[in-house]
């Protein structure tokens, strides 16, 4: 299979979450095309994986890829909060988080994700979620709507944005990407409209993520992860943007109890993994060991 994800800060992943033994067990709680998974099944030859992803269409790929192992590894289609919350196997050595969407999702998927393509407003992973981007947009009220683009894009020009799609909605129901995009770029002043950036950007990472519910999401799968951790296990989050970062950043601090955190800066790409590999750019990688007491 053709895998159009680079998995991200590979080498470091790799020095970092080192297996406890020749029989380590490895939940990949965000499987993708299972980049990061193939290079440790390739690395340890006895390492066990489950791998996880929300979304049954990428998965299938990872599944394609991953066929030489499939005696060590193990697919779930499942949110990786409801995965730890309900996980009742052995306790594991190591977890990896790599968060957010795949380049698969912005280029392949057909969902909406990237305002760059004229596609229809879903952004769900899941296909079976009732709650997709079309609707949002469609019938969120005015305020909603810009508290939701401030919360999840950080985007300053909530407010005007999120008039302009009310505005135009009246007439006309908002079903396309490029018109979203179109919408926006009209909303926003003129020295918004040249930065590096399309104006664009932010709001259509605040529908993502308030589609899937990521933030809830990842605190939930961080505070139930660890509880399956093995003493001396290893938890690692790559993250890629400032409200995940500090989601994670600050759970492992108010965990220190259990976890010792073993990176006291986030490993970011080197210069040459974001010439060679340009989405990894925004990536912060966070480690932490579990301590050897109960929590
Ligand atoms: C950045 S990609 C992972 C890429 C992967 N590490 C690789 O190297 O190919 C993130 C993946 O996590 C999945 N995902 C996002 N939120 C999830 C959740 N709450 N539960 C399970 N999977 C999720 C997405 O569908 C996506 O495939």
């Known amino acids: 299979m053709w895998a159009i994800h680079v998995p991200v800060l590979y080498k470091e992943v790799l020095n970092y979450l080192i297996p406890a033994n020749d029989l380590s067990l490895m939940v990949d709680s965000t499987l993708g095309e299972g980049g990061h998974s193939e290079l440790f099944l390739?690395?340890?030859k006895n390492i066990h994986i489950i791998g996880l992803d929300a979304d049954s269409?990428?998965?299938?790929?990872?599944?394609?890829?991953?066929s030489e192992y499939k005696d060590r590894i193990v697919?779930?289609?499942?949110?990786?909060?409801?995965?730890?919350?309900?996980?009742?196997?052995?306790?594991?050595?190591?977890?990896?988080?790599?968060?957010g969407i795949s380049v698969y999702h912005y280029k392949i998927s057909k969902r909406g994700f990237s305002f760059l393509l004229e596609e229809n407003l879903d952004m769900r992973l899941d296909r079976n979620d009732s709650l997709n981007a079309e609707y949002i947009v469609n019938n969120y009220d005015e305020v909603h709507l810009a508290d939701i683009i401030y919360k999840y894009g950080e985007e300053r020009y909530s407010r005007r944005i999120?008039?302009?799609i009310c505005t135009y909605r009246k007439n006309k129901k908002i079903k396309k990407t490029s018109e979203l995009a179109d919408i926006i770029y009209k909303a926003v002043p003129k020295d918004y409209k040249h930065l590096k950036?399309?104006?664009?950007?932010?709001?259509?990472?605040a529908l993502r993520i308030e589609v899937n519910d990521e933030l809830n999401r990842l605190s939930e799968g961080l505070k139930y992860s660890i509880r399956h951790l093995n003493?001396?296990?290893?938890?690692?989050?790559?993250?890629?943007?400032?409200l995940e970062d500090r989601i994670v950043k600050n759970?492992?601090?108010?965990?220190?109890?259990?976890?010792?955190?073993?990176?006291?800066?986030?490993i970011v790409p080197s210069d040459a993994e974001i010439l060679s590999n340009p989405p990894s750019r925004s990536?912060?990688?966070?480690?932490?060991r579990r301590k050897k007491n109960e929590v």
């Open 57 to 66: 269409e990428i998965q299938s790929r990872a599944q394609e890829r991953l």
């Open 231 to 242: 003493s001396n296990g290893l938890l690692g989050v790559i993250t890629f943007h400032s």
């Open 42 to 44: 390739k690395k340890y």
């Open 162 to 164: 999120s008039r302009a």
């Open 197 to 205: 950036n399309h104006p664009a950007t932010k709001t259509f990472q």
């Open 251 to 266: 759970f492992f601090k108010e965990n220190v109890d259990s976890l010792e955190i073993l990176t006291k800066k986030p």
């Open 283 to 288: 990536a912060k990688f966070r480690v932490v």
């Open 75 to 99: 697919f779930k289609n499942d949110r990786f909060d409801h995965f730890w919350k309900n996980y009742l196997g052995p306790d594991v050595d190591i977890i990896l988080f790599d968060l």
